[in-house]
């Protein structure tokens, strides 16, 4: 059975996130959907991890931007493996689960990696099952300028009723919230929009039984992918659009 959920950043609760490791658990648990985090190195090449510097992570310190690709693969993630790029991913993930792939973008912070990340898309052949989503609504915006045709996503950390017509404007169709925003009503008027709803994260049991009572057609993001799953399989009120 596939597993209607989003693997955030693959499975973290028991791999490196961001990892190739923890992708291939998402593939593995048959979920549908992974999302990943991209950032810029220093030469330009879009490389994986979620925070701007690699000290959480990796043994090394400082930002990504500051490095080249060659310099950040010196660094090990966890003793076990390397930051991995964009292309690796993709190519990984190809023809297995759908990716949201995150821009990390900050105002102009990485200049460029939009144009960088619809190069490693088409030169990966991986179009069709990739959404770019991000928290910077203005580097939303600039891809869908410069390609028609990917899905789109915004991500938020509370409730914008207003965004609305900014996302028909340019044809997004996926809002991610943090699940304490969510309400009954706000699910409503995506719902009227064609919007999917993103909520996040849902990891506890408390939050996917309150999924599978008011919120059973969302996409949710989890980092506990074994529990998920298992609840999942459980409830077939959740078994939509698979």
Known sequence: MKIRGIAHRGYPV???????????????LSFTHLELDVHLSKDGIP???????????SDGKGNIRDYTLDELKRFS?????????LEEALILLKGKISILVELKQSGDLYPGLEEKVLEIIHKTDTLDQSRIIGFDHFSIAKTRQLNKDIKLGLCCSGSMPYVFPFMEEIDCDFLGVQLRFMTPKYAVMMQERGIISGPWPVDTLADMELIASKYPTD???????????????????LHVGV
């Open 14 to 28: 028991k791999y490196p996130e961001n990892t190739l490791s923890s992708f291939q658990a998402a593939v593995d």
């Open 47 to 57: 490389v994986l991890m979620h925070d701007y510097a690699i000290e959480r992570m």
């Open 77 to 85: 993630i966890k003793g076990i493996e390397t930051i991995p790029t």
């Open 219 to 237: 996409l949710i993001t989890t980092n506990e992918l074994e529990r998920w799953a298992e609840f999942y399989q459980n409830h077939t009120e």
